[in-house]
């Protein structure tokens, strides 16, 4: 199956400063990825769909300009979180889809665990 | 909107042991729907899918699952859990042009007894 990365895998950042976390589709063409956040013990919530070459749709409730999306290549979209604090603690993970067809499936990243001292 | 319900938090079985995941969802139109599971730490991981047709669906792992639109279910089975099979398992129904846009349940936590 397609494989989807994600980097880093974890990452420990101070209140106030920003975060990047990458996400790659490995072994094909991504026109669409989907970035979701997970709560422990939760379920995922979608946060915002990236579509290649134009600009993210936001999910209600999810601040765009905190969470910046940029998803320049078919195979790379990022997810910024811009001036992170503790309540952005979370698990972050990215999706992506093959272009084409009719409820194409979603193949996950193996996610990014974001600590916000 | 889409949602869809898990009614099982935790559910322990014993290694050998027949399993059957519940997941009841709400949409308006032909659902596209989704089991995915999460071993612990890790991403999401496909065990299958459906569409349409055959409403018996095969996935990988010895799984399967039964779309049963008159009760708005896709139940999730197993004749034989092994160990490995511990693990969060998610149902998903999905909606919006293709289905792209995926609603999750709550998630099921499954243990397996030696």
């Known amino acids: 199956g397609a494989v989807v990365s994600q980097h880093p895998s974890w990452v420990i950042c101070k209140s106030g400063t920003s975060v990047k976390i990458e996400c790659r589709s490995l072994d094909f063409q991504a026109t669409t990825m989907f970035w979701y956040r997970q709560f422990p013990k939760q379920s995922l919530m979608l946060m915002a769909t990236s579509n290649e070459g134009s600009k993210a749709t936001y999910e209600q409730g999810v601040e765009k300009d905190k969470f910046l999306i940029n998803h320049a290549s078919l195979t790379l979209s990022t997810l910024t979180v811009t001036s992170a604090h503790p309540e952005d603690s979370s698990f972050y993970i990215c999706?992506?889809?093959?272009?084409?067809?009719?409820?194409?499936?979603?193949?996950f990243g193996p996610g990014t665990r974001l600590t916000v001292l | 909107a889409q949602s869809v319900t898990q009614p099982d938090i935790h559910i322990t079985v014993s290694e050998g042991a027949s399993l059957e995941l519940r997941c009841n969802y709400s949409y308006g139109a032909t659902p596209y729907l989704f089991w995915y599971v999460q071993s612990p730490g890790q991403g999401l991981q496909l065990l299958l899918k459906y569409f349409s047709g055959d409403t018996l669906v095969q996935g990988i792992k010895g799984f399967e699952a039964e779309f049963k639109r008159s009760q708005s279910s896709f139940n999730l089975r197993k004749p034989s859990v092994h160990w490995s099979d511990a693990a969060e398992y998610f149902c998903a129904v999905g909606a919006g042009g293709g289905g792209n846009k995926l609603t999750f349940g709550t998630g099921t936590q499954l243990k397996v007894e030696l």
């Open positions: 999706s992506a889809r093959e272009p084409g067809g009719r409820g194409d499936t979603q193949y």
